[in-house]
């Protein structure tokens, strides 16, 4: 998912860079209900995604204008903190070692 998004943003931005100004999200639903696949989909992925985004930002071009996802972006030196959990790199009996 998180490769997905950044590339697709990379994508548009060149494309139709307008379209950034919004994200709306569709899935290709066969049934009218929901699977538990879906129901665990649309709950956890804004969660992991803004994990790994802090952890790992997207992938930026210098010559591409993102001015039109201005309204995501925090000015210098206001960004929030990171989550306590991502301060330092889990640790494992597997490896202890950074």
Do not use: C
Not at 52 to 69: A, D, G, H, T, W
């Amino acid at each position: 998912m998180y490769d997905v998004v950044s590339r697709a943003i990379n994508y548009y931005v060149q494309h139709n860079p307008g379209s950034l100004r919004e994200f709306r999200w569709r899935i290709d639903r066969k049934n009218t209900d929901k699977t538990n696949f879906e129901d665990a989909f649309e709950k956890l992925s804004p969660g992991i995604l803004q994990t790994m985004s802090i952890s790992r930002p997207f992938l930026m071009v210098k010559e591409f204008n993102y001015s039109s996802m201005k309204q995501y972006e925090f000015a210098p030196g206001t960004a929030p903190r990171n989550p306590a959990h991502l301060d330092e790199p889990p640790r494992s009996r597997f490896n202890n070692y950074y």
